[in-house]
Every structure is written in structure tokens, then in C-alpha cells.
């Protein structure tokens, strides 16, 4: 079954610096692999996706990530932090044949000035 | 741009009532989902649907039910509100993965209380 670990539940970073947030997944096959941004009260944006191809992908608000097989891995990346950014981000995992995605527990960003 | 609506943003019941959570989608997607979310538990499957009349059990699905009449509508029923029912739900639509636009579209989110 597919599995998707968040390691880190709380980050802190200081304005103006670089993030990455962790994921790893569990899955046989070549995943589909997504990031979700949540603001306090909202449902889940989309950041970005990867399916196929180029495993460095852009999403939006200057987010990237970037899907290394050999690591299992899909961190999310984003050069300079905005208080903006503050929220809670979600990996997920899905697969081709199949209709669901299977999240991770998230990561709780706090951005400090 | 796709749009995932839900009906409520807050809602407040008494135990024991039947409660209906609706959500509407606007862009021909196949696939809905309930989910509910908390504090330390992330998202939870409650109950999804791939076609009209479909419907499959999540993870949690004890204490709910699911009605989908029309493709673009999802409803989950709580038969009895409960206090352990007190969340935040979130509907989710999405096309078939073999969709290069696959992806889940996320509506704002019911946080209902059961008091």
C-alpha cells in the first residue's frame, strides 16, 4: 500500500530565508506526486504536481520540488520565505490505477520576522 | 478555474440530528471524496465516489453515508451528529489519474460542531 511520511511536523524559518520541506513515499511504481498549501480555515491549494519527465517541477508562489527515485523522496523547495508562506503543507501520493490519493500527515510552516 | 463548493463554512448541531454537508463541483470531474480533518490526524477518507450511484467506503466511514444523484453533486450524511463528529470537512473532486489535469480540487471546508 502507498504510504507518505512527512517527517518534520512543525518548521520555523526566518523571513527572507531558504526552506525545504520533506517527503518520502512508499510505492512500488512511478507515483504521481503532489504539494498542497493550506491557510489557516481554508481547504487545500494546489502548489504543484509531478507525473512524468523533467523531476524538477515549478509550481506557484515560487515554490519548486523535485522527485528522486533513488531517495523515494519529493521535497518542496522555495528560496526565499515570505510571512505569507506561513500554513500548513501536504504531500500526497497517488497512482495511475487508482482513484485516490493518499496523504501525509503535514508540516505546520511558521515564518518569523 | 475549477470550483469545488460547499454549502456551509460553519455549521453547529445538537447530538443525535441528521445532518446533510453538501458539495457541488462545476467541472465535469469523475471522482468526489469526503474527507475530515484534525488537529494531529491530518486528512481522513470518509467516503468517496468515482461515477453516479458509485460509492466506496474510506477509511473511516462508521457513522457517515454518502448520496451522489448527480455528477457534479456529493452529499455526506451524518445519521446521528455525535460530539466525535465535531471537525473540519473537506469535499474534494478530481478527473480519472489518467487525466493529465488529475489532481484533487479542494473545496473551503465545513467546520461543523456538534454540541
Known amino acids: 500500500a502507498q504510504s507518505v511520511t512527512q517527517p518534520d511536523i512543525h518548521i520555523t524559518v526566518s523571513e527572507g530565508a531558504s526552506l525545504e520541506l520533506r517527503c518520502n513515499y512508499s510505492?512500488?511504481?512511478?507515483?504521481?506526486l503532489f504539494w498542497y498549501v493550506q491557510s489557516p480555515g481554508q481547504g487545500l491549494q494546489l502548489l504543484l504536481k509531478y507525473f512524468s519527465g523533467d523531476t524538477l517541477v515549478q509550481g506557484i508562489k515560487g515554490f519548486e520540488a523535485e522527485f528522486k527515485r533513488s531517495q523515494s523522496s519529493f521535497n518542496l523547495r522555495k528560496p526565499s520565505v515570505h510571512w505569507s508562506d506561513a500554513a500548513e503543507y501536504f504531500c500526497?501520493?497517488?497512482?495511475?490505477?487508482?482513484?485516490?490519493?493518499?496523504f501525509g500527515a503535514g508540516t505546520i510552516l511558521r515564518v518569523k520576522s | 478555474d475549477v470550483k469545488v463548493t460547499q454549502s456551509s463554512r460553519y455549521l453547529v448541531k445538537r447530538t443525535g440530528e441528521k445532518v446533510f454537508l453538501e458539495c457541488v463541483q462545476d467541472m465535469d470531474h469523475e471522482n468526489m471524496f469526503w474527507y475530515r480533518q484534525d488537529p494531529g490526524l491530518g486528512l481522513r477518507l470518509i467516503y468517496f465516489s468515482y461515477d453516479v450511484k458509485m460509492k466506496e467506503k474510506g477509511d473511516i466511514p462508521e457513522g457517515y453515508s454518502v448520496s451522489r444523484e448527480k455528477k457534479e453533486r456529493f452529499s455526506l450524511i451524518l445519521e446521528s451528529a455525535s460530539t466525535n463528529q465535531t471537525s473540519m470537512y473537506l469535499c474534494?473532486?478530481?478527473?480519472?489519474?489518467?487525466?493529465?489535469?488529475?489532481?484533487?480540487?479542494f473545496g473551503s471546508g465545513t467546520r461543523l460542531t456538534v454540541v
Open positions: 510505492y512500488g511504481a512511478t507515483p504521481y
Open positions: 500526497a501520493v497517488g497512482m495511475e490505477y487508482g482513484n485516490k490519493l493518499v
Open positions: 474534494a473532486s478530481s478527473f480519472s489519474p489518467r487525466d493529465t489535469n488529475y489532481g484533487y480540487t
